[in-house]
């Protein structure tokens, strides 16, 4: 069974950095591009980036380019997002995905406030 649990998240003063986790299992790993997205209330879920199954490529939305890195470790089969910089707007759940046809299970997410 597919499980993703998001870990790391809490409240962070604006400018601060956080680096969420999230570890996969039911599934290989390592075959999978991975993403994490983010909700914040009231707003659509949304797409923060995505990396490639090797961890090679990476993408990012333009709002957390240049802020926001997306790191995996196969061997652990966990995704990172290290998240600098970050801004009241930042506020949001973040979940992580894996690519098709997985792209259906979600994990619980994890909230990230930032907040003086």
């Known amino acids: 069974q597919v499980q993703l649990v998001e870990s790391g998240g809490g409240l962070v003063q604006p400018g601060g950095s956080l680096r969420l986790s999230c570890a996969a299992s039911?599934?290989?790993?390592?075959?999978?591009?991975m993403s994490w997205y983010r909700q914040a209330p009231g707003k659509e879920r949304e797409l923060v980036g995505r990396?490639?199954?090797?961890?090679?490529?990476?993408n990012y939305a333009d709002s957390v380019k240049g802020r926001f890195t997306i790191s995996r470790d196969n061997a652990k089969n966990t995704v990172y997002l290290q998240m600098n910089s970050l801004k009241p707007e930042d506020t949001a759940m973040y979940y992580c995905?894996?690519?098709?046809?997985?792209?259906?299970?979600w994990g619980q997410g994890t909230q990230v406030t930032v907040s003086s």
């Open positions: 995905n894996a690519d098709r046809p997985l792209n259906l299970y």
């Open positions: 039911g599934f290989t790993f390592r075959r999978y591009a």
């Open positions: 990396i490639t199954s090797t961890g090679g490529v990476t």
